[in-house]
């Protein structure tokens, strides 16, 4: 199979993060995509707005329910940590030596990505399709058209999971920007903290 990987905190997953798996399906010829939730990003370390990675990864998994090719996994979460995505990326080839996996990222991290762990590496041994963010332009020293580089022309959408988590500390109505089956329980998760 051609697989997806698609990691982030998913602090909490939204309608965003869904229609951007099923554009990438169509874009990037995939079987499935993978959303692996994050038990620690190493660039984003001392984060205490993160919810625990079960309860992330719990929402992750009802969020996508009704999506048979978008699959949650907490395949991060049994890896040494802080999670470095070759590592991921190399677990994953001995773990499933007969599927191949594109890199999915936003242009935000493709903006930063030379600060990567190994990000040559991967560069030279991975697709990579990446999405447009707002206020992300791609980095000049690197060359995409060198590497695997896919930049995916998708509209940019305007939810993000800190914008979803202050409307729900203020008790504000949050039902467009995530996925129904998860709505109730992020209102009330984000609004005890």
Excluded at 116 to 136: F, G, S
Aim: glycine share 4%; with cysteine; proline share 6%.
């Amino acid at each position: 199979m051609r697989i997806g990987i698609f990691g982030g905190s998913f602090n909490p997953i939204h309608n965003g993060h869904i229609a951007l798996g099923t554009t990438m399906l169509s874009a990037m010829s995939l079987d499935e995509v993978w959303y692996l939730v994050s038990p620690q990003n190493p660039l984003k370390q001392g984060n205490s707005d993160l919810l625990d990675e079960e309860i992330r990864f719990s929402l992750t998994q009802k969020a996508l329910e009704d999506y048979p090719t978008l699959k949650a996994s907490d395949y991060e979460f049994h890896l040494p940590r802080p999670s470095y995505t070759w590592n991921t990326l190399q677990h994953l080839k001995t773990d499933y030596p007969n599927d191949e996996f594109v890199l999915i990222i936003g242009g935000d991290n493709l903006a930063k990505f030379e600060r990567w762990a190994h990000y040559k590496d991967i560069l030279e041994n991975y697709e990579i399709a990446v999405y447009p963010r707002k206020t992300a332009p791609l980095p000049s020293s690197l060359k995409c058209e060198e590497y695997n580089v896919h930049i995916i022309d998708m509209p940019l959408v305007n939810i993000s999971s800190t914008m979803i988590r202050e409307k729900a500390r203020k008790g504000e109505d949050i039902s467009e920007f995530v996925p129904q089956k998860v709505a109730e329980e992020v209102a009330k998760t984000y609004r005890k903290r």
